[in-house]
């Protein structure tokens, strides 16, 4: 998993729940890196998933929920990487219709080793798409988090329904539908 994921729910950590919740997280956590994270390296999911995990365990809150909320965050770190990615589209919905065919090829010439969730577009109408998220990861409530904020960038105000399509949540239908 690209470093940026973890030096961004880091900095989430400590902005929401203070640094001695990052420390706490880190150290009750088995990291090979040792909680030390560069924007630009790569690490093991299983890190993210043990610093997942004992934030939930910490903070009290479910992991899907955590997620959620990560992915609201990651947003903005990521337009603040790559202002020329979110500023090259003019709506939401496009910019989500095109995260297969535009965003995630540019990130793999950024970034070869990057394993990144598939999009598959089943429909597309004027206000609204409807995608198959599919990840060995999991991480749909990630997914959710960063659509939902697409949408608050554009000033947008969207409905998103989601149906597991499996118990792992590896593949998710997310159904998007743009309000107003």
Known sequence: MKGIVFTEFLEMVETQFGLD???T????????????????GTYEFSEMLQLV???SSTAQIPVNDLLYSFGLYLFEGLSKAHPEVVSSYKSPLNL??????????QVKKL????ELPNFKILERTDNSLTMIYSSSRGLYAL?????QKTFEH???NVEVAMQLLNEQGTEVKFIVVQQG
Do not use: N, Q, R
Request: glycine share 6%.
């Open 25 to 40: 997280i880190i150290e009750s956590s088995d990291l090979t890196s040792g909680g030390a994270y560069t924007a630009v």
């Open 96 to 105: 989500i219709y095109s995260i297969e065919d535009h965003i995630h090829v």
């Open 53 to 55: 995990s004992h934030l």
């Open 21 to 23: 919740t990052v420390d």
């Open 154 to 156: 554009f000033e947008k």
């Open 143 to 147: 997914a959710h988090g960063l659509i």
């Open 111 to 114: 970034y070869p080793d990057a």
